[in-house]
């Protein structure tokens, strides 16, 4: 019996959250068991998740299946890269300071502020009327 090579790990990124798992392979990517393409429409998502890749030069040695959720899609896009990131420097000690360097290993710590009791929103209030 032939063992696989499994890296897995997560990633965060305001509400959404994405569980990354490399395997060796040719370079297929499923998001949600869907293509990686169809999953993430917008140009700038799909830019932004495989630049880890292009900076350790892996984009085709490694097959990943995402399951992602929670939040917006730019959010998931934003958990995904932190995901492979962390998945990518556990594989390999030589991209973690590649990536460390890019500041890929950080999660981003921005989180939506709550709405305040006696405030419309967050910062908003309702409107003063003097009389």
């Known amino acids: 019996m ?6 897995a790990a ?4 305001k509400s959404s959250v994405a569980r990354i798992n490399l395997t060796p392979g040719s370079g ?12 993430f429409s917008r140009e700038t998502d799909r830019i932004l998740i495989l630049e880890p890749l292009k900076m350790t030069n892996t ?3 490694f097959d990943i299946i995402a399951k992602v959720g929670g939040g917006g899609i ?15 420097s556990l594989c ?3 991209n973690k300071t590649v990536l ?3 500041n890929f290993l950080r999660r981003d710590p ?15 209030k309702f409107q003063w009327v003097k009389r």
């Open 92 to 94: 390999d000690p030589e």
């Open 74 to 88: 730019t959010g998931q896009a934003g958990a995904f890269r932190l995901g492979l990131s962390r998945a990518l």
């Open 100 to 102: 460390k360097k890019a």
């Open 28 to 39: 297929n990517i499923k998001v949600n068991d869907r293509p990686f393409e169809q999953y």
């Open 10 to 13: 997560t990633g965060r990124r």
């Open 110 to 124: 921005r989180m939506k502020e709550r709405k305040k009791p006696g405030q419309k929103g967050a910062r908003k």
């Open 2 to 7: 032939v063992e696989v090579i499994k890296y």
């Open 59 to 61: 984009i085709t040695k």
